[in-house]
């Protein structure tokens, strides 16, 4: 009797083990809130998929979306941008305003934005991004009203 309650103890002890460490290395799901990535999310109800293999940016390249500590509200606070500019690149600034400034982003920096640039707040407001803060790559997501009508996409680099 004991011997078995033991051997579930243990085998649930094991499974929590391994799914606490698969969340917290390998990959996490949240969702998506807001106007600044539209069409790629919808502005509530889709749920992301992330890749924490490219945690700090490893692997990441422009054109793909990232999920990162936002750097002015800190930690608690993660936002969805896309990667329009990478150490060493140069970027506009901020093509809405028209002037065209150009800036070459720093050494262990990206340069995000939103898809929906007029309704993004990124590194246009808040500047470069230290890769530090990146906590990995979004590659999927889940959207859909109800539990039967879920609809799963990748989520495709336009640069590749």
């Known amino acids: 009797m004991i011997s078995s309650q033991i051997r579930i103890f243990k085998g649930a002890a094991q499974y929590a083990f391994?799914?606490?460490?698969?969340?917290d290395k390998f990959y996490c799901c949240g969702d998506s809130v807001g106007v600044s990535m539209l069409p790629t999310f919808a502005?509530?109800?889709?749920?992301?998929?992330?890749?924490?293999?490219?945690?700090?940016?490893?692997?990441?390249?422009v054109g793909d979306v990232v999920s990162y500590v936002h750097p002015l509200n800190?930690?608690?606070?993660?936002?969805?941008?896309?990667?329009?500019?990478?150490?060493g690149d140069f970027v506009v600034r901020d093509p809405t305003d028209?002037?065209?400034?150009?800036?070459?982003?720093?050494?262990?920096?990206?340069?995000?934005t939103g898809d929906n640039i007029p309704h993004s707040h990124d590194s246009r407001f808040y500047g470069p991004v230290p890769m530090g803060l990146v906590r990995g790559k979004v590659i999927a997501k889940c959207s859909g009203g109800s539990w039967f009508d879920w609809k799963f996409s990748w989520i495709e680099n336009p640069l590749d």
Do not use: A, E
């Open 74 to 87: 800190g930690p608690g606070v993660n936002v969805m941008k896309r990667i329009i500019g990478m150490p």
């Open 18 to 23: 391994f799914l606490h460490l698969f969340w």
């Open 98 to 112: 028209g002037t065209g400034d150009m800036l070459q982003v720093p050494k262990g920096h990206i340069w995000t």
């Open 43 to 61: 502005v509530s109800g889709d749920w992301v998929f992330t890749s924490k293999l490219h945690c700090y940016g490893r692997g990441c390249k």
